[in-house]
């Protein structure tokens, strides 16, 4: 069982590229979760989706895209890569039974932009 | 505005005692708290949680106590364990769709 796989681990872009963040889960998960860390910093949340066709915004949404036309994947576009995006990005997803459930991290994508 | 705070950044605790760490919150309207450990290089991995209607949850070597009046919780790790050295983060839930806001985390050591 994969659970939350995310690809790539690690990615240097220049700045004005862009580029797809994957997340997919095997766990037939309703929610998905797109968060970034900075350094000494805790999670914030970038998007999130609450089942196929449906995504809204978190935290800190400015710069990013997101689309969830499968209840397995959740990508991340970043359209036009700026420093301030260097970042480490995880995915995350949990199940909608019930309210109070864990989310289930992947280990990330390193991001750093130059 | 952080609405999960986590003070004391770093923690070192011998092997076999007790390792505590805080965690406070400001928005009155969470209901449901987690704590997530993090090596590096992966992703956080759910540890212990509480609901408001409780207000201690215990599972095996750890322990999570809520006090709802004062907008606290805490993490209790009895014995610490080298390999509980970890990253340790706090987060909080009331928003209905199961988004958490996240403390900064705490570095704890575990000296063998």
């Known amino acids: 069982n994969a659970g939350v796989t995310q690809t790539p681990k690690f990615r240097i872009l220049k700045i004005g590229q862009s580029m797809t963040l994957q997340c997919t889960q095997d766990?037939?998960?309703?929610?998905m979760y797109w968060y970034r860390q900075d350094p000494g910093m805790g999670l914030k949340l970038i998007y999130y989706s609450v089942g196929a066709g449906i995504t809204d915004k978190g935290e800190v949404p400015n710069g990013y895209n997101v689309s969830r036309s499968t209840t397995e994947d959740f990508p991340l576009r970043l359209e036009l890569a700026a420093p301030s995006q260097t970042s480490v990005y995880f995915c995350?997803?949990?199940?909608?039974?019930?309210?109070?459930?864990?989310?289930?991290f992947g280990d990330g994508t390193r991001l750093s932009i130059l | 505005d952080q609405q999960v705070k986590q003070n004391s950044p770093s923690l070192s605790v011998q092997e076999g005692r007790i390792s505590i760490l805080n965690c406070d919150y400001t928005?009155?309207?969470?209901?449901?708290f987690l704590w997530y450990k993090k090596y590096p290089a992966e992703g956080p991995t759910f540890l212990i949680s509480?609901?408001?209607?409780?207000d201690k949850n215990e599972d095996g070597r750890f322990t999570v106590f809520l006090n709802k009046s004062a907008k606290h919780l805490s993490l209790h790790i009895v014995p610490s364990q080298p390999g509980d050295s970890a990253v340790y983060f706090c987060a909080a839930s009331g928003y209905g769709n199961n988004r958490l806001a996240f403390g900064k985390g705490n570095q704890v050591v575990v000296i063998p």
């Open positions: 995350a997803s949990t199940t909608s039974g019930g309210f109070n459930q864990p989310q289930h």
């Open positions: 766990m037939n998960h309703n929610y």
């Open positions: 928005n009155s309207m969470f209901d449901y």
């Open positions: 509480i609901s408001s209607i409780k």
